[in-house]
């Protein structure tokens, strides 16, 4: 199944458009955990199985696997999503962005070695960089568009001579040219929902993977009002440590799972033309 239409599928069967971010801080670990040479698997193991019932995908951050030196736990992890969560999409948040013979072994590392079905890249150095992961046409590959951080506007906000803001030209460039095997995405930041209305207006009816709702701050509302596509869906929600650390005792799987359907709830209360359920 290639990656639209199993975000389509689980977008339907899970009523949710939440995606958990997976972003395993071994400092905050509850206390059974520490110590523990598999923490960070056992960590995020849990944490999908008690949200899963709540989410359209769920998204790895590499760095916090890495770090670690704990690829081979994010490998075990990803190989348990796969078996006991298979309608639930992987992506993996790796941001990638280097000449293209060097993208080849990034593709590889993320749609081999971890399976992802989408990982997200880097457009900054264009599109001979993000080809070889397009050449892997069941794979999701989601742009990097509109951040969700405050310094992304040093760039993302730069015009061009039409006085075109450069998150806006990379949408563009996406959705008319780069989309041609209709599996790309982009990443548009809650934080600033003006810029996802205007992205949609670019991009028709092409998924955005949403973070920055949850410890960043971002408003649902009008993340949700701004962003959903023409179907009522078209958007990956990320919350990541809202979810994760909602309790650092010992009902910390309950209460990652109370988190996770308070969100969903959330974001389907707002109204829009369909709701994703």
Same mark, same amino acid.
């Given at each position: 199944?290639?990656?639209?239409?199993?975000?389509?599928?689980?977008?339907?069967?899970?009523?949710?458009?939440?995606?958990?971010?997976? /972003?395993?801080?071994? @400092?905050?670990?509850?206390?059974?955990?520490?110590?523990?040479?598999?923490?960070?698997?056992?960590?995020?193991?849990?944490?999908?199985?008690?949200?899963?019932?709540?989410?359209?995908?769920?998204?790895?951050?590499?760095?916090?696997?890495?770090?670690?030196?704990?690829?081979?736990?994010?490998?075990?992890?990803?190989?348990?999503?796969?078996?006991?969560?298979?309608?639930?999409?992987?992506?993996?948040?790796? +941001?990638?962005?280097?000449?293209?013979?060097?993208?080849?072994?990034?593709?590889?590392?993320?749609?081999?070695?971890?399976?992802?079905?989408?990982?997200?890249?880097?457009?900054?150095?264009?599109?001979?960089?993000?080809?070889?992961?397009?050449?892997?046409?069941? +794979?999701?590959?989601? !742009?990097?568009?509109?951040?969700?951080?405050?310094?992304?506007?040093?760039?993302?906000?730069?015009?061009?001579?039409?006085?075109?803001?450069?998150?806006?030209? !990379?949408?563009?460039?996406?959705?008319?040219?780069?989309?041609?095997?209709?599996?790309?995405?982009?990443?548009?930041?809650?934080?600033?929902? /003006?810029?996802?209305? +205007?992205?949609?207006?670019? !991009?028709? /009816?092409?998924?955005?993977? !949403?973070?920055?709702?949850?410890?960043?701050?971002?408003?649902?509302?009008?993340?949700?009002?701004?962003?959903?596509?023409?179907?009522?869906?078209?958007?990956?929600?990320?919350?990541?440590?809202?979810?994760?650390?909602?309790?650092?005792?010992?009902?910390?799987?309950?209460?990652?799972? @109370?988190?996770?359907?308070?969100?969903?709830?959330?974001?389907?209360?707002?109204?829009?033309?369909?709701?994703?359920?």
């Amino acid at each position: 199944m290639i990656f639209t239409q199993k975000l389509e599928n689980a977008w339907s069967s899970s009523g949710s458009l939440l995606t958990v971010g997976l /972003d395993p801080d071994t @400092q905050r670990f509850p206390a059974e955990l520490q110590g523990r040479p598999d923490a960070i698997f056992e960590f995020c193991r849990s944490i999908v199985d008690v949200t899963a019932p709540y989410s359209c995908a769920v998204k790895p951050q590499i760095a916090y696997f890495s770090a670690h030196r704990a690829e081979d736990q994010l490998e075990e992890l990803c190989a348990y999503i796969l078996t006991h969560h298979p309608e639930l999409p992987i992506i993996l948040d790796a +941001k990638r962005g280097d000449i293209g013979s060097t993208a080849e072994q990034y593709a590889r590392e993320a749609f081999e070695r971890y399976q992802a079905d989408a990982v997200t890249v880097n457009p900054y150095m264009g599109f001979d960089s993000l080809q070889p992961y397009l050449e892997w046409k069941s +794979k999701g590959v989601i !742009v990097l568009c509109r951040t969700s951080n405050e310094g992304g506007s040093d760039l993302q906000f730069l015009e061009d001579a039409e006085g075109t803001p450069l998150y806006l030209k !990379v949408a563009s460039l996406v959705a008319e040219r780069w989309n041609t095997n209709g599996q790309c995405g982009l990443v548009v930041g809650a934080t600033f929902p /003006d810029e996802i209305a +205007k992205v949609r207006a670019r !991009v028709g /009816d092409m998924p955005l993977l !949403v973070p920055g709702i949850g410890a960043q701050g971002g408003d649902i509302p009008a993340t949700v009002r701004a962003g959903a596509n023409a179907q009522g869906n078209g958007m990956m929600i990320n919350s990541s440590r809202a979810i994760l650390y909602a309790s650092s005792g010992d009902d910390w799987r309950e209460a990652a799972a @109370q988190a996770a359907r308070a969100t969903r709830d959330a974001i389907n209360a707002v109204p829009r033309g369909q709701t994703p359920c």
